[in-house]
C-alpha cells in the first residue's frame, strides 16, 4: 500500500508540474532550442514542488530567486514581462505550497497525535502520513487544473501586448500581495490560523492581476479599433464629398449644354450637345466612394 501511495505522489506531483508549466508557457513563449524545453519542463518540477516553511528565509528567498532566474533564462520576452511573472505567479505558488504542507501536519497530528520520531518507527504511521500527503498534492493538482482552465482565455491575451507602463501599474498592485504573503510566512506569528486568509487572499490578488491585464489588452484592442473605425469614417466622408462636388460639376456642364443645344442654329451643333449631354447623363448620379458597400447605396 505504501508503494501505491509513493508512485501516486509521483504522478500527482509531475502532473502539477505540467500543469504549471503549460500556465508559464501560456503567460510566456519559450525558446525555441528543444533541449531547453526539455531542461525548463524538468526544473520547473523542482521549483512547482518547492517546500515552503514558516520563519525559513532560505526556502522563500530560494524559491524566489530560482523562480527569477528561471523565467530570465528559459522565457523569451522583455525584463519587465519576465519579471512580472514573477510577481505574479510567486505569491500563488508559495501560498498553495505552504497551505499544502501546513494543513497536510496538522490533520495528521490531529488524527494520530504522534511525534515525528514516532512516526518514523511506526509502519502505520508512515503509511497515514503518506496517504495525507498524496491527498495534499491530489487536491493542489485539481486547484491549479481549475485555476487553468479559467485564466486559460485571459492568459492567451496577455503575452507581448502590453507596454511597459501597463506593467508597471500591474507591477505595482500585485507588488503588495507579494511583499504580504512573504511577510506573512517569514515572520510567522504565534496564531499561524490567521496565515490562511492572507494566502488565499494573496492567490486571489495574483489572479485577478491576470484578469486585469487582460482587460487592458482587451481595451486597448477596442480602443485601437474605434480609432482604425473613425480614421474610415472621416476618409469616406472625404470621398463623398469629393464626388458630391463632381457631380455637381457634371450636373452644371449638363445644364450649360442644354442652353447650348436651345441657342445653336446649326443641327449639327444640337446634335454634338445633346450627344455630350446623354453621355455624362450617367455620371450626374454616379458615386464611388472606393468601399463597394458604400458605393451600392
Excluded at 90 to 103: G, H, R, V
Aim: proline share 2%; with cysteine; charged share 15%.
Amino acid at each position: 500500500m505504501m508503494r501505491f501511495f509513493e508512485i501516486l505522489s509521483f504522478l500527482l506531483a509531475w502532473g502539477y508540474t505540467a500543469v504549471f508549466f503549460l500556465i508559464l508557457k501560456s503567460f510566456l513563449p519559450l525558446r525555441k532550442n528543444v533541449v531547453l524545453k526539455v531542461i525548463a519542463f524538468l526544473v520547473c518540477g523542482y521549483l512547482a514542488d518547492s517546500i515552503i516553511y514558516s520563519n525559513d528565509a532560505g526556502s522563500l528567498f530560494g524559491t524566489m530567486l530560482l523562480f527569477f532566474l528561471y523565467v530570465l533564462l528559459f522565457y523569451r520576452g522583455t525584463f519587465m514581462e519576465k519579471l512580472s511573472v514573477m510577481l505574479v505567479f510567486y505569491p500563488a505558488l508559495i501560498a498553495i505550497n505552504y497551505l499544502m504542507l501546513d494543513t497536510g501536519g496538522r490533520l495528521f497530528k490531529i488524527i494520530t497525535q504522534a511525534s515525528y520520531e514516532e512516526t518514523l518507527q511506526s509502519p502505520t504511521l508512515m503509511l497515514i502520513s503518506t496517504a495525507i500527503y498524496t491527498v495534499s498534492l491530489l487536491l493542489r493538482l485539481l486547484f491549479w487544473i481549475g485555476a487553468w482552465l479559467v485564466l486559460r482565455r485571459f492568459l492567451e491575451k496577455i503575452p507581448s501586448h502590453l507596454n511597459i507602463k501597463t506593467w508597471l501599474i500591474i507591477d505595482m498592485l500585485i507588488l503588495a500581495s507579494f511583499v504580504a504573503i512573504f511577510t506573512i510566512i517569514y515572520f510567522m506569528p504565534e496564531n499561524t490560523a490567521i496565515v490562511y486568509p492572507i494566502c488565499g487572499a494573496s492567490i486571489f490578488s495574483s489572479f485577478g492581476c491576470m484578469y486585469l491585464a487582460a482587460y487592458i489588452y482587451d481595451s486597448m484592442q477596442t480602443a485601437y479599433r474605434v480609432q482604425q473605425m473613425e480614421t474610415q469614417r472621416d476618409y469616406y466622408k472625404e470621398r463623398i464629398a469629393e464626388e458630391e462636388r463632381v457631380r455637381s460639376i457634371y450636373h452644371d456642364l449638363k445644364n450649360h449644354l442644354l442652353v447650348m443645344e436651345s441657342r445653336q442654329n446649326t443641327a449639327e451643333t444640337r446634335q454634338m450637345a445633346e450627344t455630350l449631354r446623354s453621355q455624362i447623363a450617367d455620371y450626374e448620379d454616379y458615386v464611388h466612394t472606393g468601399n463597394e458597400f458604400l458605393t451600392s447605396f
